[in-house]
């Protein structure tokens, strides 16, 4: 198998990965960008036909590089998979498509970041595999519901047509829930289930958010952050059950109809899904709006590979010098979940790499003066 060297391992060209190879361009570091997809862009082109931003254009373009479009519109998926291609295309970045990462694991004082077919030896490596990791969280019981009702996790919902006809079940009612739910009450019954993740106080399109809006980015940019109470308070319950309502809010799935219900998927009886309050719901089709499981068992470094949630701060982990993280939920702030927290989170994370490195050169002359 072939080997290589170069300084930073950037692991994923989405828009954490993006911004981190802007600013390591920027201050003349090597890296390299692997992404498992065909195109840059490809996980937004995956999401369902309807997503659009929650942020208009004016936030969320990122370091060096504006987004396209009226100022107040809300892209599509496709245009921010567009824009993130053309990000990468502008700057020159170096990334390698269809390339997987495989297995990071300790090398000296590097890491060897293994392939499909190479072996790449770096100094350090950026997991920027997005905000909820690589693996759908579907609760274990869901093999055991009828063959017959129709299942689908969050990321492979595209539009309703994908379901049969009949009732269906959409569990978890944060934004994505609450999307998805909206969009299909208008062809069939649908019911949301979940605990309340609260919801944004005004309506995104409303000339009131225009007003606030650099007052809303403030706060989710320094209120909102890990440095305060509030802002800690907030990472744990987005970490642990989602963010907040956004665009779809409790009255309008009251008025498409939506049946919601806190009350939790906890099992199967008799082939359907079975709710902690004794209910079981006869439906011919499940999303599953759960998120994602953080697994890092791919990275073999103690403390990374079974710990849920990394071990890092600001996306620096103290344990495991030169790796990285960037793209987490509330990395820093609330900020984070959005465009347009990308580029803070990456400068921060490569101000960190390339302290390192003047520290590491620093240490080499004075032992090559002894």
Known sequence: MDTEYVETVIIGAGQAGLST??????????????????????????????????????????????????????????????????????????VRTHTRAQRVAPDGAGYLVTTADRQIRCDNVVVATGTFGRTPDIPEFAVDLDPAIHQLHSSQYRRPAQLPDGPVLVVGASHSGTDVAYELAETRPTTLCGRDCGQFPLRLES??????????????????????????????????????????????????????????????????????????????????????????????????????????????????????????SFQSAFSSNLLLGAGRDAEYVVRRITGRRVETATTATAAERV
């Open 207 to 328: 000339r009131r958010t225009r007003l606030a809006a650099p007052v809303l980015v403030f706060v989710a940019r320094h209120v909102l952050s890990r440095r305060t109470p509030i802002g800690r308070k907030m990472m744990g319950e987005v970490r642990a059950h989602g963010g907040p309502m956004l665009r779809v809010q409790r009255e309008d799935l009251e008025a498409r109809g939506v049946r919601r219900t806190e009350s939790r998927v906890v099992g199967v009886r008799d082939g359907h899904p079975l709710l902690d309050d004794g209910r079981v719901m006869r439906v011919a089709s499940v999303v599953w709006c759960t998120g994602f499981r953080q697994v890092f068992d791919w990275i073999d470094v103690p403390g990374i590979e079974d710990a849920g949630w990394p071990p890092e701060h600001r996306g620096v982990v103290d344990l495991a010098p030169g790796l990285f993280f960037c793209g987490l």
């Open 21 to 94: 190879g802007y600013h390591l361009r920027r201050r003349g570091r090597p890296f390299v960008i692997l992404d498992a997809n065909d195109r840059i862009g490809d996980n937004w082109r995956e999401q369902w036909d309807s997503l659009r931003l929650y942020t208009p254009v004016r936030y969320d373009g990122l370091p060096g590089m504006r987004f396209p479009g009226r100022r107040w519109e809300f892209p599509g998926k496709e245009d921010v998979a567009d824009y993130l291609e053309s990000y990468a295309a502008h700057f020159e970045l170096p």
